[in-house]
């Protein structure tokens, strides 16, 4: 039974971490209506400044700082000399530069940082485990879960109560409109692009210690998130949650059973989900 | 009108692509180089005929040339296919799986279309992993033969020198060349064209779309699992890394920077990139790099790719040229 417990609360803690991605990419996709094939090539990013921050200065929270917004600030910068000229051009090409983008930032990873993985350290105050009555879990794990459950709150009440989120969300219904009515739209979309490849690169941070930092880890990463997305439906918060939760799930309850087949099963669903359910189980048709 | 089609089959291109091929051989250090250039090459031809005459963006040409790949050294160990069944076994595989994907993916267009290719992309790579038995897993298939090329029970050649194998896959090369460009100049290429360019009024005019790029599918398809067989034989060894998203990936990069839309752009294309790769990944391992800056200056600046660009610089020669000459003339009036 603990056994079990304990799977759905690793599920539960890597759902969270799909979801701070997923959330990223779908909101991108929502207002920008652009396809970020780069997103798991800035979560790479984001894991591999957290190493660096934990080994130079032996601090994780200065890393779980710093790290999202640099990659925010890279993405922002990626984004007003690349991406906004991909705009006006149909959704196959932004596929292929985004390709370009994260083949680009994969392999000037390796050159920094070699193609080996590496491993980043539980910060002091989370090591160790949480013990309540006769169920032990990691405190870090714990920690991820209840981090991204306020950063997802968080994000929640930006996107819903905040005339930014509704600014997105008003650009998501209807862009030309809402520059149209004053609104400086490239800005937003900026702010709004940084905003969702910072968050990949937090879930990048969270994840470090947990998965550990290797090279190609990028593209399984953009694998999931996009099996999220379209499970949840494109552009939906509360579908990126649910599909990161199931997706969590699935995972972690089949890693002792069959891995193979968990992969297989989520992208079996992705495939089942774009055939019968194209707006996803969320999302608005 | 008849002369025209003739023309455009033989004539021009395909001259341009036997030159290719017989030159290529002789300016390489080795065969083996051309002959790996030649498979992309063949691979990237088969992505064009989606991607560049159909508009539709397959991240599952992996799945085809794995697939082909896995087949074909299958019945070359177990049942010892000859060469020239091995490598149909592969075309009817690879032929198989793009009915299979694209009878699936075209039910969706734009990126679900896109998602769809590349959720297969992914399974077929687990289904390999898994079938561990008849694939070697994460060793790959090893020790794969290289049959003899007989004739009606005559061996014409054992292709054990990397120049023979070079030889028949030039050959294979021109013959596919050809028919792929008979595809083309069809009224079924037209209509293609006509799909990629709009779909809602092809369809409109009485065109089956999802027929048409069906077998689109199929055939490039075929062609894709040829390829990856043709690979398979070269190296004696079908790694896992055939079948995964990587390959599918290298594949459109090639049709891309070659030029979408021209047969010969997809020869110009696998041909810098094998060559960029092979002189560079030694000096230079992460070489890739500058695929990824191609990939992106191609998609924003130069939409015809490698191949547009030399049409684009012949164009400019031919009216820098005319200008010369007409100044040349002005001054003779004057």
Redesign the interface.
């Known amino acids: 039974m603990s056994l079990y417990l304990f799977q759905i609360l690793n599920g539960i803690g890597l759902g969270m971490i799909y979801f701070l991605i997923s959330v990223g990419l779908t909101i991108i996709f929502g207002l920008l209506n652009f396809v970020n094939f780069a997103h798991g090539a800035f979560y790479l990013i984001g894991s591999y400044l957290c190493f660096t921050i934990v080994s130079l200065t032996g601090n994780f929270w200065l890393a779980l700082a710093l790290a999202p917004i640099t990659v925010a600030i890279l993405a922002f910068f990626t984004e007003r000399t690349l991406i906004k000229r991909a705009y006006h051009l149909p959704h196959t090409y932004h596929i292929l530069i985004t390709l370009g983008i994260a083949l680009i930032i994969q392999e000037l990873t390796i050159s920094v940082w070699g193609p080996i993985g590496k491993s980043v350290s539980v910060p002091d105050a989370l090591q160790g485990v949480f013990q309540m009555g006769h169920f032990y879990y990691p405190k870090y794990r714990l920690f991820v879960i209840l981090f991204s459950a306020v950063i997802a709150f968080a994000l929640w009440l930006l996107l819903e109560r905040t005339r930014f989120g509704a600014l997105v969300r008003a650009g998501s219904e209807d862009a030309e409109t809402v520059s149209l009515l004053g609104t400086h739209i490239h800005k937003l979309f900026s702010l709004t692009f940084a905003l969702g490849v910072g968050l990949a690169g937090l879930a990048g941070v969270l994840a470090a210690p947990i998965r550990g930092v290797h090279p190609f880890v990028g593209v399984e990463v953009l694998g999931i998130a996009f099996v999220v997305v379209v499970i949840g439906g494109m552009g939906s918060f509360s579908g990126a949650l649910i599909g990161g939760l199931i997706v969590g799930l699935v995972q972690s309850l089949m890693t002792t059973i069959w891995p193979q087949g968990s992969s297989l099963m989520i992208y079996g669903a992705m495939a089942f989900v774009i055939l019968l359910r194209p707006y996803g189980l969320f999302g608005r048709a | 009108m008849m002369k025209q089609k003739k023309s455009s089959l033989f004539g021009g291109v395909t001259l341009a692509a036997l030159a290719t091929v017989i030159v290529m051989p002789m300016l390489l250090p080795s065969a083996t180089l051309a002959t790996e250039i030649l498979i992309f090459a063949m691979a990237a031809l088969a992505c064009n005929l989606l991607l560049g005459y159909t508009?539709l963006?397959s991240f599952g040409q992996g799945i085809f040339f794995g697939g082909g790949a896995y087949v074909a050294s299958i019945c070359m160990i177990n049942w010892n296919f000859g060469l020239l069944s091995a490598l149909l076994t592969a075309m009817l595989t690879g032929a198989l799986l793009a009915g299979l994907v694209g009878a699936?993916s075209i039910?969706?267009t734009?990126?679900?279309f896109?998602?769809?290719t590349?959720?297969?992309s992914?399974?077929a790579y687990?289904?390999a992993?898994?079938l561990s038995d008849w694939t070697g897993g994460d060793n790959g298939l090893l020790d794969i033969p290289r049959p003899a090329l007989t004739l009606l029970g005559f061996e014409i050649s054992d292709l054990v020198s990397s120049q023979a194998f070079y030889a028949f896959v030039g050959t294979l090369f021109m013959v596919i060349f050809v028919f792929a460009r008979r595809v083309i100049h069809s009224p079924f290429g037209t209509t293609l064209v006509a799909i990629r360019e709009n779909e809602n009024r092809a369809s409109a005019v009485g065109f089956s779309t999802n027929h048409f790029k069906l077998l689109a599918f199929v055939i490039s398809g075929g062609i894709t699992g040829i390829a990856g067989a043709l690979y398979a034989m070269l190296l004696n060894f079908a790694p896992l890394s055939n079948i995964e998203?990587?390959m599918s990936?290298s594949i459109?990069?090639m049709t891309?920077i070659g030029g979408t839309g021209s047969l010969f752009g997809s020869i110009l294309g696998a041909g810098s990139i094998v060559l960029l790769g092979d002189v560079l990944s030694a000096v230079w391992?992460?070489w890739?790099?500058l695929?990824?800056?191609?990939?992106?200056a191609v998609?924003?600046f130069m939409p015809s790719g490698l191949w547009g660009g030399v049409g684009s610089v012949a164009d400019r020669w031919r009216e820098y040229r005319r200008r010369k000459a007409s100044a040349i003339k002005s001054q003779e009036v004057n």
């Open positions: 508009g963006l699936l039910r969706r734009g990126i679900y896109v998602m769809l590349l959720s297969f992914q399974m687990f289904i992993y898994s998203l990587q990936e459109l990069i891309i391992p992460r890739m790099i695929l990824g800056v191609a990939l992106i998609v924003l």
